[in-house]
């Protein structure tokens, strides 16, 4: 069993598509498909389903390509390791943020520790707060950006609070409320909002603010995109409540203080084990001590 063909293996898993595949790892897809067909022989079974319009896993494949990404991950862990020995950071960062944080500037934060490791390849995964904190704990990401209720303290990561805000009213120009100086959850309440999925820390924010207070409100859009949000809330049809920080960088609508506002936390989280060489150097870059953070109950 060789690196190589784990690396294949995951390739077409993740792209379902032999020849893309094949693209992918700058071979010709014969030369690939003898690679897996090896495998499946020395391992005793068939690794994928292939028919001339779909490629998936058997049970056999599910089981081996978990184990397949963590001997890639690790070995790619060791090289930068060996790297980082050597005083150079290379290897993988993977980065995942929400939309609307407001503590960190993420363009201008990868831009400069690229400029500092350009041998580090950097991913980044934009989703909501509990989606990137599975992917820090499974080893998919090396750090996450969070925005979450401030009595939330995510389990198996290491975290560091970054700010603490509200949220504002956001409308469109035309609407009523644009003539307010501020407003109240209780006035809101009378409002069609938009927001994000229920279950998500996102949604979760204005909710629990809601309910608190003794109201309800009623959210007949929902949407998983920022950027459909705020279209939205332009065309008048909708209101919403977003980060105050966020919201004021926002053009075509209008931003309202709100007096009882939902309050949140954005946080940063990452492996509870030793980061590895390019988190470490992210990590250090934004000013996290990590063995202090490590200490802390």
């Given at each position: 069993m060789e690196l190589?063909?784990?690396r294949y293996v995951v390739a077409v898993a993740d792209l379902r598509n032999f020849t893309r595949a094949a693209k992918k790892c700058l071979v010709v897809q014969s030369a690939l498909s003898h690679q897996i067909a090896r495998l499946e022989k020395e391992l005793?079974?068939?690794l994928f389903d292939r028919s001339s319009r779909h490629v998936r896993l058997t049970a056999a494949g599910e089981a081996f390509l978990p184990a397949a990404r963590q001997a890639l991950d690790a070995a790619e862990r060791a090289r930068a390791e060996v790297a980082a020995a050597a005083g150079e950071v290379s290897g993988r960062l993977a980065v995942g943020a929400i939309p609307t944080l407001g503590a960190v500037d993420i363009p201008a934060a990868l831009r400069e520790f690229h400029l500092h490791h350009p041998k580090v390849r950097i991913d980044l995964k934009?989703?909501?707060?509990?989606?990137?904190?599975q992917g820090v704990q499974d080893g998919t990401l090396d750090v996450a950006f969070l925005g979450v209720l401030p009595s939330y303290r995510p389990k198996?990561?290491?975290?560091?609070?970054?700010a603490r805000g509200e949220l504002a009213a956001v409308v469109a120009p035309t609407h009523p409320l644009a003539r307010e100086a501020d407003v109240d959850l209780e006035r809101l309440a009378a409002e069609t909002f938009v927001d994000y999925p229920e279950g998500t820390a996102a949604r979760a924010q204005s909710e629990e603010a809601f309910e608190a207070s003794g109201l309800t409100r009623v959210v007949a859009f929902e949407v998983s995109g920022t950027d459909f949000i705020v279209r939205l809330v332009r065309s008048g049809l909708v209101v919403a409540l977003l980060p105050a920080a966020f919201a004021a960088e926002l053009a075509g609508v209008t931003v309202l203080p709100v007096r009882d506002a939902p309050a949140r936390t954005e946080r940063l989280v990452w492996s509870r084990f030793r980061p590895t060489p390019a988190a470490a150097a992210f990590l250090a870059g934004l000013g996290i001590d990590t063995e202090a953070a490590a200490d802390r109950p």
């Open positions: 190589q063909q784990m005793g079974a068939r934009e989703g909501p707060s509990k989606e990137l904190v198996g990561v290491s975290d560091h609070e970054l």
